[in-house]
């Protein structure tokens, strides 16, 4: 069973920096597309970042020079580095990686970002 956990969330003050983590396991196949999603109280679920096993990266515009996605490659991990964090970047900050047609998700890691 196809299983991914996120780590690396937490409590941080406006303008620092957190690092988040995700490991999948259950595969002996490489996902060729990982990346986060994130959800705020009250929002609808929205894509972060993503990176394929090819190096290539999507970022949402509210992110953009700010977080940076690597990983994506064999050890089907993932990471997210997040600096000049917002107070609006506070969410719940999902793994998601699709293979053969199914989305699979982490449990989500909670960012806060006081102001």
């Known amino acids: 069973q196809v299983q991914l956990v996120e780590s690396g969330g937490g409590l941080v003050q406006a303008g620092g920096s957190l690092r988040l983590s995700c490991a999948a396991s259950?595969?002996?196949?490489?996902?060729?597309?990982m990346g986060w999603y994130r959800q705020a109280p009250g929002k609808q679920r929205e894509l972060v970042a993503a990176?394929?096993?090819?190096?290539?990266?999507n970022y949402a515009d509210s992110v953009k020079g700010r977080f940076t996605i690597s990983g994506g490659n064999a050890k089907n991990t993932v990471y997210l580095q997040m600096n000049s964090l917002k107070f609006e970047d506070t969410a719940v900050y999902y793994c998601?990686?699709?293979?053969?047609?199914?989305?699979?998700w982490g449990k989500g890691t909670l960012v806060t970002v006081s102001s």
């Open positions: 990176i394929t096993s090819d190096g290539s990266t």
């Open positions: 259950g595969t002996i196949f490489r996902f060729y597309t």
């Open positions: 998601n990686a699709p293979m053969w047609g199914v989305d699979y």
